[in-house]
Nanobody, 127 residues
Framework: QVHLVESGGGLVQAGSSLKISCAVS????????MGWFRQAPGKEREFVAT????????WVADSMNGRFSISRDNTKNTVSLQMNSLKPEDTSVYYC????????????????????WGQGTQVTVSS
């Protein structure tokens, strides 16, 4: 059974940094691109960042570029999102997701191309 378990969320002040992680089990981690998405109350799920199966390609959504970065460790089956200079508008539930590399040569941004999802971790940024 596939499990994606996010951790590291919490309440922080604006301007702070936070690193959230996702531990993956039940699949061949190296065969999957990994992504981070977020969803605030009343809003659609939005793309945050994605990284290819081998870590060779990655990018972050324009609105978060320069503040957020994604990384993965294929020896530990984990993917992480480092978030710096956090703003109140970054408050959301953050989800990690796995996309089989056969779906796309490059790590995707579309939610529909992801096969597995975690339960999410809440990040709250106070002003």
């Amino acid at each position: 059974q596939v499990h994606l378990v996010e951790s590291g969320g919490g309440l922080v002040q604006a301007g702070s940094s936070l690193k959230i992680s996702c531990a993956v089990s039940g699949l061949t981690f190296r065969s999957y691109h990994m992504g981070w998405f977020r969803q605030a109350p009343g809003k659609e799920r939005e793309f945050v960042a994605t990284i290819s199966w081998n870590g060779g390609n990655s990018w972050v959504a324009d609105s978060m570029n320069g503040r957020f970065s994604i990384s993965r460790d294929n020896t530990k089956n984990t993917v992480s999102l480092q978030m710096n200079s956090l703003k109140p508008e970054d408050t959301s539930v953050y989800y990690c997701a796995a996309s089989n590399m056969r779906r796309s040569a490059l790590p995707p941004e579309r939610t529909g191309l992801y096969d597995y999802w975690g339960q999410g971790t809440q990040v709250t940024v106070s002003s």
